[in-house]
C-alpha cells in the first residue's frame, strides 16, 4: 500500500494533485451506481491520505497534509481526516507540526472532543524552542471553544504575554478576543494581559494588541493614557492592518481628549456681522486657538500614512483627518483618497461613499478635482450613482454650467436607473442653486417628449417637486402635464401629476375636474398608488369647486368603498366624513368645517437632499456603508468643551538595566572612597573638606537621579528652552557630580600616588565652589544647559570649537564601556570620502561635504557624528553659517554645530553635528543658514544614514555571541548566499567593514563572526560569514530589529558584488 503511494506520488511530481490513485486500494466503481461504489459496504473516502499520515516517513506525511491543506484552501470538507492528523501533531519534523497546527486551527472548533485529547501536547509545544511552533500551539489552543479549558488558556495567553518572540507575543493578543467570547468573566483578567501588551515597544505586537483592545474593553480608554505617544511613534512601522485599527482607535480618543479644532471657525461663522466694518475689537483680542502638542503628534505622524499603498491606511488616515483635524488641514487627504479611485471596484465604492459624506460638509476640498467624478461608459451602476450624488455636493454657481452638460449625456445612457438617477440630480441643483432653477425646470420639461417612458416618467417626478417651490410662475407646465395623462403609463408619475392639480387646482380650474372625470372612468384598472391620489383629488375639487365635481366625488367614493385593496376602502372611509353626511348629503359636522383648512393648507416645499446628510458613523466603516449600526460599532463621541487633564499622556523614563548596574557601580566605587578618606581624614582639618565630598554624604540616597537616559539628554541639548528654574539648578549639582564621580574613577585608577590624587581633588574643589557661588546669578542672567556646565567650568567662552571624541580630544573616553557583556569598542575601519551635501552653484559659492566618523558624540551616545566641511568656493566671504529650520521626522533628535562666524574665499572649514536617527534610515531636513553680501541666504540639505552607519561595534565573548544568536531566530534571521572568487579572509574582513561599523569577534575555521549594535535601542546586530568550498559565501544576519537586519544583508551583499 505505501509503495504504491510513494510510487504515485513520484509519478505525479510531487504535485499536490488531490485525485486519489488508482492502485491505492481504492474499489473500482461499476457502471451503475446503484449497484456499488458509493454504496459499497468496503467504500472508504481518503483512504491513501490516511495510509500516508500513519507511515513512517516524514516526506510521505508532509506531501498527505500539503495536499489536505490544499484541500482545506479550496474550500473542500476535510473534517474526516482529524483523527489521522491529529496523531501527527507530536512529529519531530518542523514542517509537518506546522501544517498539522493549521489543520487543527481550521477544525479544532467543529472536532472538540478529538482535540481535546491533545491538549497536554499543545501544552508541552507552548515550551518549545521554535517560537512558530509556540504560537501554533496558543492559536489551537485558543480555537478550541470548550469552557473547560479555560484556565488553560488563560494561563498559556498568561505566558505567551511575556515571551521573548514578538511573534508569539501577537499571537497572544490575537488569543485574547478569543476567549473573551467564550468566557466574558474573565475580561478583567484579560485586561490585565492586554495592559502590559499594550505597553509593548515592538511594532509587531502593538497592532494586534490594540485590535485585541477594540474587542474586549474599547470603553476603557485610561489604557491608552501611557502608550498614547509610542502608538504615535511607532505607527509609521507597524503592519498595514495594524495600522488600520490603531488610526481607527486613536479617532475615537482624539475626538474624547481634545477639543473641537474648528470651534472658533464655527463660532466666527455664526457671529460674523452682515458688515465687516460692523466687528468690535474685542473678536481681534480673541486669542488664537493652538492645537493640543499630543493632538499635532497624531496627525503629524499619520500623514506620511496617507502615501501608503494599502487603501484601507489610506482611508483611515483621511477619515482622522475629517474627524478631528483644523479644517485648513483637511485638504491633504482629498489627493490621497481622489488617487484610491483608480483601483478596483470595490475599492473605489468605499471610497466614494466616503467622500459623498465628506463633500457635504466641506465642498471646497474636492473641487479642484471635479473631472475625477465625471462617469465612465466602463463604471458599475452603483458607482455611477455614487458619483452623481458626488457631482450634485460639488454643484456651486460657477461649476454648475459643466456639471449640468454632463448630466445633459447622462440621460441618453442605455442604463435605466442611472438615467433616473441623473434627473433627480437635476432636480436636485435646481433647488440648491435658485440662479438655476428656470433653466432645469426648460430642461425638465422638454424631457416630457422622451419616447422613454422612464425617462418621462422620473422627470414627471422631478418637476412636481420642483413646482412646489414656486407653482405661480409655471401654470403652463402644470397645464402641459395635465394632457400628458393620457399618455404616461408609469404609476408614480401619473400619481404625482394627480397631486398637483389637486394641490393646484385653483391655478388650472378648467383642466382639473377633466382629469378628474378620466380617472373615475379607469378607476378599477389603476394602480394603487393613482387609486389614493384620486382620492384626495376627489375631496380637494369637492371643496374647491364643488358645483362640478360633486357627483363626481361620489361616484369614486362609491368606487373605493368596494376597492379590493383595504388602503384604499380604509382611505375612502376616513375622507368620507370630511364631505359627506351619513345620508349622503353635504357635511355640517364640525370635521367638515375644518376640512378646507386641513386639505387645503399650504404645504412647505420639499428640500432635495443628499442621502449622505445626516450620517453620523465613523468614516470608512461597515456601518457607514451600510448607513445601519453593525456589530462592532462604535460611536463616534463628540468633542469635549474642555479638554481633560493632559498629564495623563506624560510617562516616567524607564531605567534599564544597563542603568542601574551603572548606578550599583557608582555607589560601590563612592564607598570606597569614602572609606579611603576617612582614614585620611586625620591629615586635613574640617576646613578643607571638599564640597563635593559633602555633597556625597548628604545626596547618596538620591543617586538614581543621576542616572538619565540618553534620549532624554539628546532631547535637553536639541531643545531651546527659555526657562531656568530650581530645576535646572538641580540637573547643575547632578552635572557636578557626574563630573566628579568621573574624575574620582579615573583617579582611583592611580593608587600609586595619594598625593596626586589629593592634589586633584583641591582643583575640583576650587573648579566646583565659583559655579556654586554663581548659580542664583546665572539663573537671573541666562540659562544654560548641561553641556554648557559642562565646558564652561570657569565661565571662560571657548573659541575653538568643540573637540568630539573622533579627533582624540580630551574627552575622549580612555576607557571602553562594558555594559552586560558587551564592551564598546573603536571603528576597525572609517570611511575617509566625503559625500557632496550641498553644491557650490546651489549653494550659491557654498559647498558642503559630510562623512560619518563612526564615533561617539559628545552628547549622547545614541548619535551619529557627522562631520561637515564648509568650503568657500566664491570670491566673496560668508558669513554666520548655521542650522537653521529643521523638518525631523518623529523620534529624529539634531545636535546642531557650532556656528561658523567666517569663511574667507577659497577656504575651508570643518564642524560636527550630531543626530540620532533612532535606529531608522528616515532622512533629515535642514536648513543651512548664512550670509553674504548682507544678503541672508538659506539652503535645504537632506541627510540620510546609511544602515551600516546606524550601529556601534562592539566586542563580546564567542559564546555570548553564540547564545545571543540562538534567540535571534525565525524572523530575526537573514541569511543570503554570495558568489565570491578566493578566501582571503582579509579581503572578505574589509568589505564587510565598509558596510558597517562592526567589530570581528573571531576568525576561526571557515567561520567569520561580526558584533555590533545599534545606536538608540542598544539591540544586538550579529553577522555570521560561512566560507563555502566553492567560490561562495553565506551571509547571515541576526538583529531584533527586523529592517535593520534586512536592510544590512543587502548592504553587505552589494558591496561584496
Known sequence: MLSAAANTMSNNGGSYSNDRPASAGEPELATDAASGGFFHSDYKKHEDLKQMLDSNKDGLKLEAMKRIIGMVAK??????????????????NIEVKKLVYVYLVRYAEDQQDLALLSISTFQRALKDPNQLIRASALRVLSSIRVSMIVPIVMLAIKDSASDMSPYVRKTAAHAIPKLYSLDPEQKEELIAVLEKLLSDKTTLVVGSAVMAFEEVCPERIDLIHKNYRKLCN???????????????????????????????????????????????????????????????LLLRNTKPLLQSRNASVVMAVAQLYHHAAPRSEVMIAAKALIRLLRGHREVQSIVLHCIASIS???????????????????????????????????ATETSIGVILREFQTYISSSDKEFVGASIQAIGRCASNIKEVTDTCLNGLVSLLSNRDEAVVAESVVVIKKLLQTQPNEHKDIIAHMAKLMDFITVPQARASILWLLGEYS?????????????????????????????????????????????????????????????????????????????????????????????????????????????SQFQLGTLSHYLDTPCVGHHILPQFPEVAPDPSVRDV??????????????????????????EKEKSFYSEDESSPAEESESEDESTDSSESSSEDRESSEYSSDSDKYSEEDEKKKKNVIKK????????????????????????????????????????????PKSNLDLLLDLDDVIPITPIMTPSLG?????????????????????????????????????????????????????????????????????IKDIKVGNKNLPSGIQVHDFMPIQIL???????????????????????????????????????????????????????????????????????????????????IISQKVFESANVALISSEGNILRFAAQTLASKSLVLITIKIGETDDLEVCVNCEKMVIGSMLLNDIKANFK
Open 360 to 394: 457635504i460638509s466641506r465642498k471646497g476640498m474636492f473641487e479642484p478635482f471635479l473631472k475625477s467624478f465625471f462617469v465612465r461608459t466602463s463604471d458599475a451602476t452603483h458607482i455611477k450613482l455614487l458619483k452623481l450624488d458626488i457631482l450634485t455636493n460639488l
Open 234 to 296: 511607532l505607527l509609521v512601522d507597524v503592519d498595514e492592518w495594524g495600522q488600520v485599527v490603531i488610526v481607527n482607535m486613536l479617532t475615537r480618543y482624539a475626538r474624547t481628549q481634545f477639543t473641537n479644532p474648528n470651534a472658533d471657525d464655527a463660532e466666527e461663522e455664526e457671529n460674523r456681522p452682515f458688515y465687516d466694518s460692523d466687528s468690535d475689537s474685542s473678536n481681534s483680542k480673541k486669542p488664537k486657538f493652538s492645537l493640543d502638542p499630543d493632538h499635532r
Open 904 to 986: 574667507q574665499p577659497k577656504t575651508t572649514s570643518s564642524s560636527t553635528i550630531g543626530v540620532n536617527f533612532n535606529d531608522s534610515t528616515q532622512p533629515v531636513n535642514l536648513n543651512i543658514n548664512y550670509q553674504k553680501d548682507d544678503e541672508t541666504l538659506s539652503s535645504s540639505v537632506t541627510v540620510k544614514a546609511p544602515v551600516g552607519e546606524l550601529v556601534r561595534s562592539v566586542m563580546v565573548t564567542e559564546s555570548f555571541f553564540t547564545a545571543e544568536q540562538a534567540k535571534l531566530k525565525g524572523m530575526n534571521e537573514h541569511v543570503v548566499k554570495i558568489a565570491f572568487p578566493g578566501h582571503n579572509r582579509k
Open 75 to 92: 474550500g473542500r470538507d476535510a473534517s474526516e481526516l482529524f483523527p489521522a492528523v491529529v496523531k501527527n501533531v507530536v512529529s519531530k
Open 506 to 614: 385653483d391655478r388650472v380650474p378648467k383642466i382639473a375636474p377633466d382629469v378628474l372625470r378620466k380617472m373615475a372612468k379607469s378607476f378599477i384598472n389603476e394602480q394603487d398608488i393613482v387609486k389614493l391620489q384620486t382620492l384626495n383629488l376627489a375631496v380637494k375639487l369637492y371643496l374647491s369647486n364643488p358645483n362640478q365635481t360633486k357627483l363626481l366625488c361620489q361616484y369614486v367614493f362609491q368606487l373605493a368603498k368596494y376597492d379590493q385593496n383595504y388602503d384604499i376602502r380604509d382611505r375612502a372611509r376616513f375622507l368620507r366624513h370630511f364631505i359627506f353626511n351619513q345620508d349622503g348629503g353635504t357635511a355640517g359636522t364640525k370635521l367638515s368645517q375644518f376640512a378646507k383648512k386641513i386639505f387645503l393648507a399650504p404645504k412647505p416645499a420639499p428640500m432635495l437632499e443628499s442621502r449622505f446628510k445626516d
Open 809 to 877: 580630544g580630551f574627552l575622549t573616553p580612555m576607557n571602553p564601556l562594558q555594559l552586560n557583556g558587551v564592551t564598546e569598542v573603536a571603528a576597525s575601519f572609517i570611511p575617509i570620502k566625503a559625500t557632496e551635501l550641498l553644491n557650490k552653484v546651489s549653494g550659491k559659492g557654498l559647498k558642503l561635504d559630510f562623512r560619518f566618523t563612526r564615533s561617539q558624540h559628545l552628547v549622547s551616545s545614541a548619535m551619529n557624528s557627522i562631520e561637515l566641511t564648509f568650503s568657500n568656493e566664491s570670491s566673496t566671504t
Open 652 to 677: 516616567a523614563e524607564p531605567v534599564s538595566a544597563h542603568e542601574i548596574k551603572d548606578e550599583r557601580h557608582s555607589r560601590k566605587e563612592k564607598r570606597d572612597k569614602k572609606a579611603t578618606k
Open 739 to 782: 563630573l566628579n564621580n568621573s574624575d574620582s574613577g579615573s583617579s582611583s585608577q592611580d593608587f600609586d600616588s595619594e598625593n596626586e590624587s589629593n592634589s586633584e581633588e583641591s582643583e575640583e574643589e576650587e573648579k566646583i565652589k565659583p559655579v556654586k557661588r554663581e548659580g542664583k546669578e546665572d539663573a537671573k542672567e541666562k
